[in-house]
Structures are given as structure tokens and as C-alpha cells.
């Protein structure tokens, strides 16, 4: 029995459809691994920085300016972030976020002549010292808090999280 031969057309015809499948996947391989990569990833726990020490801080909010490695793909960088921290009625230390919840401009402790409260310039937004939003003014909900965790006497910030506070602070009106 003699072996079948193949014509110029078949050739041709399975030599493209080889290159041709050849170079699908060399297109389509990187947009499915880019779309199910994030789904394979397992969950990073946040990644904390250190702020100071539980001794530097008090019942006044103090602003603390700290940087955070941020990775994007290969690019690595650092994002220059702020917090203010104090010690509630607790003693616990609590860190909140500079960012009005309104339409995030930069908060300050005590501007615009309040006392004992942050104000935002922007819409004249102001918020308890707990971060709770004073009632009629613009901002919606209260200021975002950062995660703390204090090792020995170190104080170390992660990500941000929701202020669950409903109750103002004691002895405001």
C-alpha cells in the first residue's frame, strides 16, 4: 500500500491554519490570564506601616504624615498619605482619615474657628472628634478610619475601613 500523498492546496491549507492558531493564542493566552489572574490570586492581608508610639499621642488629635510601598504590576512606588490619631475616651488609639466624605478635600482639626471639631474649608463640612458627621452640614457619613495595630508600644496603621460610630462624643452639643 502506497503512502497518500499530499496536494499543494492541503499543505498550504493546514501550514495556515497552524500559523493562524498559532498566533490566536499568542493573542488571546495574555487576555485570559489577565482576566482570571485576579480570581486565582490569594486574598494579601493589608500591609501595615509604622506611625509613632502609643507615648506620642493623646486625647488631641495630632496629623501624622507617613508613607505606604504601593506595587502596580512591576512598578513600585510610595504613597505619601496622612492620618489623624488620638486616644478616644478609651485610651484605645483611633486613627481617622483626612478625606472629607463630602467631596474630598483635606480635613483639618479646629479650622474655621470650631472648636474641638474637624472642618472642612471646601463646603463648611464639620465632623465630631470621633469623625461621626455633625448633623446638617454637607458631608454624608463619617470620616473614614485607618485599621490600627500596636505591637509592644508601636503604632501601626493598615488599610482603611468604614467608621461604624453612630453616638457623638461625650459632652458635645
Not at 36 to 51: C, Q, R
Not at 79 to 105: F, R, V
Not at 130 to 140: A, I, M, Q, S, Y
Request: glycine share 10%; net charge negative.
Amino acid at each position: 500500500m502506497q503512502p497518500e500523498r499530499v496536494s499543494r492546496r492541503r499543505f498550504l491549507t493546514y501550514s495556515l491554519a497552524s500559523v493562524g492558531g498559532f498566533l490566536a493564542s499568542g493573542i488571546l493566552f495574555p487576555m485570559v490570564r489577565m482576566a482570571v489572574d485576579p480570581v486565582l490570586k490569594h486574598g494579601e492581608e493589608g500591609e501595615f506601616v509604622k506611625v509613632g508610639t502609643v507615648d506620642e499621642f493623646n486625647d488631641v488629635p495630632k496629623e501624622v504624615p507617613f508613607t505606604k510601598p504601593v506595587k502596580d504590576g512591576w512598578y513600585e512606588t510610595e504613597e505619601k498619605l496622612t492620618a489623624w490619631i488620638m486616644k478616644d475616651e478609651n485610651g484605645d488609639i483611633l486613627a481617622l482619615s483626612p478625606i472629607c466624605t463630602h467631596l474630598g478635600c483635606t480635613v483639618n482639626w479646629e479650622g474655621g474657628g470650631n472648636e474641638n471639631r474637624f472642618f472642612c474649608p471646601c463646603h463648611f463640612g464639620l465632623y465630631y472628634k470621633n469623625g461621626l458627621n455633625v448633623p446638617n452640614t454637607p458631608p454624608p457619613e463619617p470620616l473614614q478610619k485607618y485599621e490600627v495595630k500596636i505591637e509592644g508600644n508601636d503604632v501601626y496603621l493598615g488599610p482603611l475601613q468604614p467608621n461604624p460610630v453612630t453616638e457623638k462624643p461625650e459632652g458635645e452639643s
